[in-house]
T-cell receptor, first 108, second 116 residues
Framework: RKEVEQDPGPFNVPEGATVAFNCTYSNSASQSFFWYRQDCRKEPKLLMSVYSSGNEDGRFTAQLNRASQYISLLIRDSKLSDSATYLCVVGKGQKVTFGTGTKLQVIP | EPEVTQTPSHQVTQMGQEVILRCVPISNHLYFYWYRQILGQKVEFLVSFYNNEISEKSEIFDDQFSVERPDGSNFTLKIRSTKLEDSAMYFC??????????????FGEGSRLTVL
């Protein structure tokens, strides 16, 4: 089983749609969880940390299910500027493991 | 806004040559990292550095790789004898806090290494 597994997509959605990405991780001792965003040929940038209680930042909602070792990201009211690859990131100590990413294309 | 800077942005080298990639992390950050991303593949952890020593490294980070913080600002990655499969984008990152404590990674724009 991969350390961090994501559906690579692409997810093609119309503007205004709601889209959800899922991620599973294999190491039950993982301590920290994040979603990063990576635009084509650019560096990854933090979108949001993911907490056990779930957290929301504007149109973005992240959930963590430790029992199922599962992380999700929900994007509401998709904008064209949301088009990017979304990276699920799981950390233990100073080692942080990235998923392969899920590509989102928001269509006008 | 403070940022991580990397040089060079692109380096082309012959197989077997030594390469040094340079990074200037954000000044008040304590943890430093190198990652690489082969074109079309995922971002892979190479090494983390704290308190002037390697704290974690991956299986990719073999004897051909080394890191150094020669002064108070630079953080370098050296590849002693490059191989074709070392061609990738190398990202430097820094963080103020430990990842396990929720510390955000700030990435540089990357150094693209092409080995011919």
């Amino acid at each position: 089983r991969k350390e961090v597994e994501q559906d690579p997509g692409p997810f093609n959605v119309p503007e205004g749609a709601t889209v959800a990405f899922n991620c599973t991780y294999s190491n039950s001792a993982s301590q920290s969880f994040f979603w990063y965003r990576q635009d084509c040929r650019k560096e990854p940038k933090l979108l949001m940390s993911v907490y056990s209680s779930g957290n929301e930042d504007g149109r973005f909602t992240a959930q963590l299910n430790r029992a199922s070792q599962y992380i999700s990201l929900l994007i509401r009211d998709s904008k064209l500027s949301d088009s990017a690859t979304y990276l699920c990131v799981v950390g233990k100590g100073q080692k942080v493991t990235f998923g392969t990413g899920t590509k989102l294309q928001v269509i006008p | 806004e403070p940022e991580v800077t990397q040089t060079p942005s692109h380096q082309v080298t012959q197989m077997g040559q030594e390469v040094i990639l340079r990074c200037v992390p954000i000044s008040n950050h304590l943890y430093f990292y190198w990652y690489r991303q082969i074109l079309g593949q995922k971002v892979e952890f190479l090494v983390s550095f704290y308190n002037n020593e390697i704290s974690e490294k991956s299986e990719i980070f073999d004897d051909q790789f080394s890191v150094e913080r020669p002064d108070g600002s630079n953080f370098t990655l050296k590849i002693r004898s490059t191989k074709l499969e070392d061609s990738a984008m190398y990202f430097c990152a820094s963080s103020e806090a430990l990842q396990g404590a929720g510390g955000e990674l700030f990435f540089g724009e990357g150094s693209r290494l092409t080995v011919l």
